[in-house]
Nanobody, 116 residues
Framework: QVQLVESGGGLVQPGGSLRLSCAVS????????MGWYRQAPGNQRELVAAITRGGSTNYADSVKGRATISRDNAKHTVYLQMNSLKPEDTAVYYC??????????WGQGTQVTVSS
């Protein structure tokens, strides 16, 4: 069974940066497009960044120019570098396939809080 373990969140001041990591168990990681999602209180989970098997990337307008998604297939890990963080980036961040794989349970996520 695939497990998703997110890490790297924390409390950061506006304008700061964070690098999120998601370790994916199982040898099938490299065949999937992967995505970073976030869910703020009272909001639905949304896709913020995605990366294909080949490394092509796509971003939500809300993070475009401030976020960089990358992957290391050898380490079964996907990353999200977030710069120039804003209070509206505050959310729990999750990873999953893109689109989400219904056979994969969502991880616990990693909390990102942007506040002065």
């Amino acid at each position: 069974q695939v497990q998703l373990v997110e890490s790297g969140g924390g409390l950061v001041q506006p304008g700061g940066s964070l690098r999120l990591s998601c370790a994916v168990s199982g040898s099938i990681f490299s065949i999937y497009a992967m995505g970073w999602y976030r869910q703020a209180p009272g909001n639905q989970r949304e896709l913020v960044a995605a990366i294909t098997r080949g490394g092509s990337t796509n971003y939500a307008d809300s993070v475009k120019g401030r976020a960089t998604i990358s992957r290391d297939n050898a380490k079964h890990t996907v990353y999200l570098q977030m710069n120039s963080l804003k209070p509206e980036d505050t959310a729990v961040y999750y990873c999953n396939a893109d689109p989400p794989n219904t056979w994969w349970s969502w991880g616990q996520g990693t909390q990102v809080t942007v506040s002065s």
